[in-house]
Structure formats: structure tokens, C-alpha cells
T-cell receptor
Framework: EAEVAQSPRYKITEKSQAVAFWCDPI?????LYWYRQILGQGPELLVQ????????DSQLPKDRFSAERLKGVDSTLKIQPAELGDSAMYLC???????????????FGEGSRLTVL | QKEVEQDPGPLSVPEGAIVSLNCTYS??????FMWYRQYSRKGPELLMY????GNKEDGRFTAQVDKSSKYISLFIRDSQPSDSATYLC????????????FGSGTRLQVQP
């Protein structure tokens, strides 16, 4: 079964360090999302890509976060410098194109759990 | 105030009980309503999907949407210990944009 791949699964870093997360969506999925989920809360959208273009990054803290999807396939989310409040699960999801009778379901990866000390 | 409100629980029930999970929302533009299940340390997985108002049943699960009240529900019949997870409601205004707005999740524990 096709899956969304994410790495690393766990990352511990010190405040002010740089950290990067990688996501490989399900093959053929044009739309890719990065969500942040703080413990005990629901996922919150950080950025949405359609192919290689950013559709929505209104909630991305652009002073320290960046995201790219250069060839419209896999994606990287970077944080520099990391802050204590960035400790969370970073979830990547992908979805298929419209027009194929699909429900718009988002398929999530297992997430990358970040702890900032 | 958040666009989607959900009681965080935790909710503890005995095996075999009927479980009712609920969300309210404020954005009348929401058209697509979903329930995701999230096991500990895993990503969410889609459980139920409903468009606009009405009911949808899938095995032991029933999803209800009442757009007039801006209220959605998920019912689980004959709950099992394997149903123990966090249940997230999610919704979006249209599939064109696709990005979902999630509730905070309700943690369910089914006791054997």
C-alpha cells in the first residue's frame, strides 16, 4: 500500500539550532501539506503545495520556517533557528488531483516528532 | 475562538458501549466533514467522510452532520479496545482548496 514517507521520525535539538524534515508523498499526488501538531491539539496547517507552487503559507512563521518542493515531488521543511515552542509533531500529508472521483482525502505520514531543549 | 471546537476528553467507556463524539464549528462555508483516527505516535487516518448534511454509516461507525446547527457527530457502536485512540474532526469549505481545519481531538479509551 502506498504511503507518505517522512524522516526523521524523531529529532532532538537545542534551541537556536537548525533542523530539517523531509517528506515523500504518495506517487502521483499533486498536493502536499505540512501540518504542525502540538501535543494534545489538532493539526494546524503550515503550508500547502500544488505541484511545486505554494498555495497557502499564511500560517507559516516565515522568519524562521521555510518549505520547498522543488521538483513537485518530495518536500523539505526547515526551521532555523529552532525555539522551545517549536516542539511538536510535524506531519506531512498528500492528496490526489481533483476530477478523479476522489473524496479529497488527505493521506498522512507517521510524522516527525521534534523536541527542542 | 477557534473555527472548530471539540471536547478533548479523555473519554473512558467499557467495551461494548456506544460512543458519541462531537464537534461544533463556526464557519458556515464548510461543506466537507471528516473524522480521522489517530493512534498514539502515528499520523491521522481517515475514518469517515460526509458531504454537506446527513448521515453516513460504515460498519460500527455512523457520522452525522447538522449544518443548521453547525454540529457534527461520530457514533461508535459496540466499541472495542482497539478503538482506543484520538478522534479528530476535520472540515473544509471545498475540495478545490482541500486543506482541512481540524478540531483538537477527543481521546477515547475503551476498557476491556
Amino acid at each position: 500500500e502506498a504511503e507518505v514517507a517522512q524522516s526523521p521520525r524523531y529529532k532532538i535539538t537545542e534551541k537556536s539550532q537548525a533542523v530539517a524534515f523531509w517528506c515523500d508523498p504518495i506517487s502521483g499526488h499533486a498536493t502536499l501539506y505540512w501540518y504542525r501538531q502540538i501535543l494534545g491539539q489538532g493539526p494546524e496547517l503550515l503550508v500547502q503545495f500544488q505541484d511545486e507552487s505554494v498555495v497557502d503559507d499564511s500560517q507559516l512563521p516565515k522568519d524562521r520556517f521555510s518549505a520547498e518542493r522543488l521538483k513537485g515531488v518530495d518536500s523539505t521543511l526547515k526551521i532555523q533557528p529552532a525555539e522551545l515552542g517549536d516542539s511538536a509533531m510535524y506531519l506531512c500529508a498528500s492528496s490526489d488531483k481533483l476530477g478523479r472521483g476522489n473524496t479529497g482525502e488527505l493521506f498522512f505520514g507517521e510524522g516527525s516528532r521534534l523536541t527542542v531543549l | 475562538q477557534k473555527e472548530v471546537e471539540q471536547d478533548p476528553g479523555p473519554l473512558s467507556v467499557p467495551e461494548g458501549a456506544i460512543v458519541s463524539l462531537n464537534c461544533t464549528y463556526s464557519n458556515s462555508a464548510f461543506q466537507y466533514f471528516m473524522w480521522y483516527r489517530q493512534y498514539s505516535r502515528k499520523g491521522p487516518e481517515l475514518l469517515m467522510y460526509t458531504y454537506s448534511s446527513g448521515n453516513k454509516e460504515d460498519g460500527r461507525f455512523t457520522a452525522q452532520v447538522d449544518k443548521s446547527s453547525k454540529y457534527i457527530s461520530l457514533f461508535i457502536r459496540d466499541s472495542q479496545p482497539s478503538d482506543s485512540a484520538t478522534y479528530l474532526c476535520a472540515m473544509s469549505p471545498d475540495t478545490g482548496r482541500r486543506a482541512l481545519t481540524f478540531g483538537s481531538g477527543t481521546r477515547l479509551q475503551v476498557q476491556p
